[in-house]
């Protein structure tokens, strides 16, 4: 991959990390841990034993969510500094720059994703 379109993903990719940073905060209220916000926002509340359980179940969810997306963000910023960005973890094939143009995290080619996602559901 040459350096301009390596420069330009590793933009798109601080550009990402930046936002779901600055989203994560927004939604906790600044510094706080999802957790803490949930334990918070749960102490207090007077809805239902189920109604408080599925909302904190959405809580860590997200929080999931967020992390599994920061830490894809963060692998492919290291991949791109060790040099191995744009090959497949798994067969190091080249991941086509279509596929890297849509996920610029992803660390499989299409192949290998569908097989993982077969295994890992």
Do not use: W
């Not at 936002?19 to 209220?29: C, F, T, V």
């Not at 500094?81 to 497949?88: E, L, P, V």
Request: overall charge negative; hydrophobic content about 40%.
């Amino acid at each position: 991959m040459d350096t301009p379109q390596t420069q330009a993903f590793k933009r798109q990719l601080i550009d990402m990390r930046e936002r779901l940073l600055d989203q994560i905060a927004q939604q906790r209220g600044g510094a706080k841990s999802r957790a803490e916000v949930a334990a918070e926002h749960f102490a207090r509340s007077e809805d239902a034993t189920a109604q408080v359980n599925t909302a904190r179940d959405l809580e860590f969810a997200l929080n999931e969510h967020e992390t599994a997306e920061l830490s894809a963000i963060d692998a492919a910023l290291a991949r791109l500094s060790a040099g191995t960005y744009g090959h497949c973890t798994d067969c190091d094939a080249t991941i086509t720059t279509a596929r890297l143009n849509v996920a610029p995290e992803a660390a499989r080619c299409i192949s290998c994703q569908e097989k993982f996602e077969l295994h890992h559901p």
